[in-house]
């Protein structure tokens, strides 16, 4: 079953910060992130394993909650370069491998 | 780099066409994928494959099959194209050891066009 994401599209102004939320009904295994910028390829950002971690990259982090199999990318002091379509993509325990993606999240930033 | 690469970036068909979109990767990664892009609906799971001569259904098999007779190369047919399957076509790959084996690497897409 697809996760779902929230919000659906963001439109922030540079320096501004922003949550993407991510929700599962299944027992997670994993989470992804991948981010797609318009007219390219998505990109993988990082993945974050059952147990709760948190990772980080620069000023894009992300948590996992496995109890409550959600995931949250944070964006701090966006930058116009982060603009694009942001996917979260889950393994459940009973389909480990088979990774499954959200609907997306537009995000904007403007000068 | 993993460099996976998609035979065309648009395409236009005749409904009732068969079509056949190619999808080749470098890394020697296990895994294989199609998803088809729709706004609003993500990346959705059209046939994935672990291995040579191998494939599994995916959550929207219908009207598609596919082919793996490499490990390199993977090919998404549409037996009959029908207008309902105008839309982006990704493939992914992914190999690899530990937590990075199911990191997925996208082609820039197939953008099909059934008239």
């Known amino acids: 079953q697809q996760p779902v994401q929230s919000p659906q599209a963001v439109i922030l102004r540079e320096g501004e910060d922003a949550v993407i939320n991510c929700s599962s009904s299944k027992a997670l295994y994993s989470v992804h992130w991948y981010r797609q910028k318009h007219g390219e390829a998505p990109v993988f950002l990082m993945i974050?394993?059952?147990?709760?971690e948190q990772k980080g990259h620069e000023k894009i982090s992300a948590s996992f909650n496995e109890k409550k199999q959600q995931s949250s990318l944070y964006l701090t002091a966006s930058q116009l370069s982060y603009s694009g379509t942001y996917f979260c993509?889950?393994?459940?325990?009973?389909?480990?491998?088979?990774?499954?993606f959200g609907p997306g999240t537009s995000l904007s930033v403007i000068p | 780099d993993v460099k996976v690469t998609q035979s065309s970036r648009y395409l236009v068909k005749r409904t009732g066409e068969k079509v056949f979109l190619e999808c080749v990767q470098d890394m020697d990664h296990e895994n294989m994928f199609w998803y088809r892009q729709d706004p609003g609906l993500g990346l959705r799971l059209i046939y994935f494959s672990y291995d040579v001569k191998m494939k599994e259904k995916g959550d929207i098999p219908e009207g598609y099959s596919v082919s793996r007779e490499k490990k390199e190369r993977f090919s998404l047919i549409l037996e009959s194209a029908s207008t309902n399957q105008t839309s982006m076509y990704l493939c992914?790959?992914?190999?690899?050891?530990?937590?990075?084996?199911?990191?997925?690497?996208f082609g820039a897409g197939t953008r099909l066009s059934v008239l």
């Open positions: 992914a790959s992914s190999g690899g050891r530990g937590r990075s084996k199911n990191i997925q690497y």
């Open positions: 974050l394993l059952k147990g709760g």
């Open positions: 993509g889950t393994e459940s325990e009973t389909s480990y491998d088979k990774v499954i």
